[in-house]
């Protein structure tokens, strides 16, 4: 048996045997053959007897919803007395039950287990009292036996229901029926439920948990409840009520809300029964002088469980007054109407409690684009560990391992991002390879034949056309509204403009394809329309673009980085502040690949490319221009004097000093020993 199958399956013992006892009795009177059979053996040697004898393999799934309820064993009796009448064994190792675990939950114990057994072919067959034993809801049940069981080839029971997967051309039918008059009869059953519950509180008795500043008193002459505990009806806790009323004065008097709940628990005053937290707490306690009881207005019905599918599980919809039962018990009041509607004005002024649904955040791109950082610390070659938005209103982000991490570092998102986009279109503006490539591979576009070039040329007409309409409107708005609405109109005319040069150059390259000729475009051309994305990743990049271009920008911002950036922290000694830099390899954006090549011709341009090294925070002053030094040095060999001086002619306010620092700290984060230069690196001071 496999190793991950525990051997009773979360039946006890007595379960175990009793189910031994209940499929022999049951398959004896069914006249079966049941010579060789021990209940005994071992799980494999039961299994062989089963197979030898021409009985299918079956695992039993039992739920029950709340402590309440304990119906396992006749779940579990229904179903084995039903595969006995159908030659099918149920070994005690393949019961699996959920006990006092609700069906909105996914993921349960005993359902994992049945997966399991199912997934290693242990059984064939699937047996539940009740579909809805598997999930509430008939659609998620369904969708779990069609996927899990009748897809795998393997069948499934509903005993109660009649319901069997191996009549393919009812069952589906049959559950469906099922699954929709269980809700209906589970809406009827909370009707009469609530209606006598309505009952019971319109004639002053205890229904559901009291709230603190009361508790239950018992009710003599009156009949015990169905659980043959003796009725109660609510009445005043004189020591919380005491409590109340204290912190009520004090909090108009001009306490905190967060001073009373210290207060509160400095003194050990009660909280409310169904609270899983051993204190009070903030919102319960903000809640506690908001609840009309304490002027001693009872309300029932004030809202209602109903179920979401969204959510998958049940939220709790406000009710008008109409449907909502209520009573006046003043012999249940603590405070006064005046001190109470004084506290609903005070936490009013205070503007806590619920809020209104928040603005709509407008997205920048390093809101879009957090997933496409790496630790490169915590990173192994089989998997990448991402970077996930912390800090401040989300501006950072961090590794996902936390505290796990060795290098683990806050890096703000915008200041990382608006870095890669600068590095990016400095690569594309300088780049010429990149622009000869592009023109190379469109002329070769433009002289291959295709047949369907016409079709394409009509499609490409009708573009041009609407993008020319969307560029003019777009002119027509560019001076109106706010700055920041004509921020984001530029950048969408800009955004427009370049897809119609781009529309245009490939239409002329269709054209003159008809026509025989072979040049259209050229790398004036390409460079107006690599400027134009550039354009686009500098303001994606400053938070100028609005909701339609932000997205043409993250396209393009994607393909140039691979969707990869590794982050690595550099820590030093002594220092709290960590060095930040990010490594990538560039590729074409795609934008241009549709542009000026079809399916069988788009490539990376710069698959082949050296990886890009770029600080993705400010670094210290001498460490951004080691770089620098370590060229001046290694490949133009100049002196450490000299250095300092083309330094201070580019604007750096160094001495000679601060360049041997410099060129030390190239070597160092490289993880290479800096060499050791001669002195002044070879050459003769000069005399003065």
């Known amino acids: 048996m496999n190793e991950r199958i525990p051997n009773i399956g979360g039946a006890n013992k007595q379960l175990a045997q009793r189910a031994h006892d209940w499929w022999t009795e049951t398959a004896g009177t069914n006249k079966m053959n049941l010579n060789g059979f021990d209940s005994e053996a071992t799980f494999e040697t039961r299994i062989g007897w089963a197979n030898t004898n021409g009985f299918d393999i079956g695992t039993v799934y039992s739920r029950f919803s709340t402590k309440l309820q304990n119906s396992t064993d006749d779940q ?18 393949l019961i699996s039950i959920d006990e006092a675990v609700k069906g909105k939950c996914v993921r349960r114990a005993g359902l994992e287990r049945t997966k399991a057994i199912l997934r290693e072919r242990l059984a064939s067959v699937l047996l539940v009292f009740k579909a809805s034993r598997l999930f509430r809801q008939a659609g998620k049940g369904f969708l779990f036996i069609n996927e899990e069981v009748v897809e795998q080839g393997l069948r499934a029971v509903s005993v109660s229901q009649g319901i069997d997967t191996s009549d393919r051309k009812i069952w589906k039918l049959q559950l469906q029926i099922h699954g929709l008059m269980d809700d209906m009869l589970l809406d009827a059953i909370a009707d009469h439920v609530r209606s006598g519950l309505k009952g019971l509180f319109l004639n002053n008795w205890t229904t559901g948990a009291l709230g603190i500043g009361f508790r239950p008193k018992e009710l003599p002459n009156a009949p015990l409840t169905k659980r043959e505990r003796p009725r109660t009806t609510p009445e005043v806790d004189p020591e919380a009520a005491k409590l109340i009323q204290e912190h009520a004065r004090l909090l108009l008097e001009g306490m905190s809300i967060r001073e009373g709940v210290r207060r509160w628990n400095a003194v050990k005053g009660p909280r409310d029964p169904r609270s899983t937290s051993e204190k009070m707490l903030y919102g319960s306690y903000r809640r506690l002088f908001s609840n009309p009881r ?29 449907e909502v039962a209520t009573i006046e018990r003043d012999e249940l009041r603590i405070l006064d109407d005046n001190t109470f509607e004084s506290l609903q004005s005070l936490f009013s002024e205070m503007k806590t409690g ?44 961090q590794c996902k391992n936390g505290d796990l991490c060795k290098s683990k570092t806050t ?33 070769e576009f433009d002289a291959s034949p ?7 040329l009509d499609r490409l007409k009708k573009r041009l056309k609407a993008i020319s309409n969307r560029v003019n409107d777009l002119f027509d708005l560019s001076g109106e509204g706010s700055e920041e609405d004509r921020n984001e109109t530029k950048a969408r005319l800009r955004l427009a403009q370049s897809e119609r040069a781009a529309i245009q150059i490939e239409l ?34 400053s938070g100028n673009l609005g909701d339609d271009a932000i997205y043409k920008a993250l396209s393009i911002f994607r393909t140039l980085t691979g969707e990869q950036i590794m982050v690595h922290v550099e820590r030093r000694a002594n220092r709290k502040r960590t060095n930040v830099r990010g490594s990538f390899r560039s590729g074409l954006s795609p934008t241009k690949s549709e542009r000026f090549s079809d399916s069988r011709q788009a490539s990376s341009v710069y698959a082949d490319k050296e990886e890009i090294i770029l600080w993705l925070r400010e670094p210290p002053r001498l ?19 000299e250095v300092a001086k083309q330094l201070r002619s580019e604007g750096h306010k160094v001495n000679s000093g601060n360049v041997w620092y410099s060129y030390y700290r190239w070597y160092e984060m490289q993880n290479l020993d800096p060499p050791k230069v001669p002195y002044n690196n070879g050459k003769k001071r000069c005399s003065v």
């Open 354 to 397: 619920p809020r209104g649904p928040t603005q709509t955040k407008r997205p920048h791109l390093w809101d879009l684009t957090t997933e496409f950082f790496y630790c490169a610390n915590c990173s192994t070659a089989e998997s990448h560990i991402r970077f996930y938005q912390t800090g401040a209103n989300g501006g950072g982000m």
């Open 411 to 443: 890096v703000s998102r915008k200041e990382a991002v608006q870095a890669i986009c600068k590095n990016l279109t400095s690569q594309i503006a300088y780049d010429h390879e990149l622009i000869e490539l592009i023109v190379h591979k469109s002329l």
């Open 450 to 456: 295709d047949h369907e070039i016409q079709d394409q």
């Open 76 to 93: 579990v009796r229904e179903n084995i007395q039903w595969a006995a009448k159908n030659r099918i064994y149920v070994p005690p190792e």
């Open 508 to 541: 002329t390259s269709l054209e003159r394809s008809i026509q025989g000729t072979t040049k259209s475009i050229n790398s004036n051309d390409v460079r107006g329309m690599l400027s134009n994305e550039t354009t686009l990743l500098l303001d994606a990049a």
């Open 294 to 322: 304490l002027i001693g207005k009872w309300e029932f019905g004030r809202k209602k469980n109903q179920f979401s599918t969204k959510l998958d599980g049940v939220k709790q919809i406000e009710q008008s007054d109409e």
């Open 623 to 641: 460490d951004a221009i080691a770089e620098r030094v370590h060229r001046l040095i290694d490949e133009d060999v100049m002196s450490h004097r």
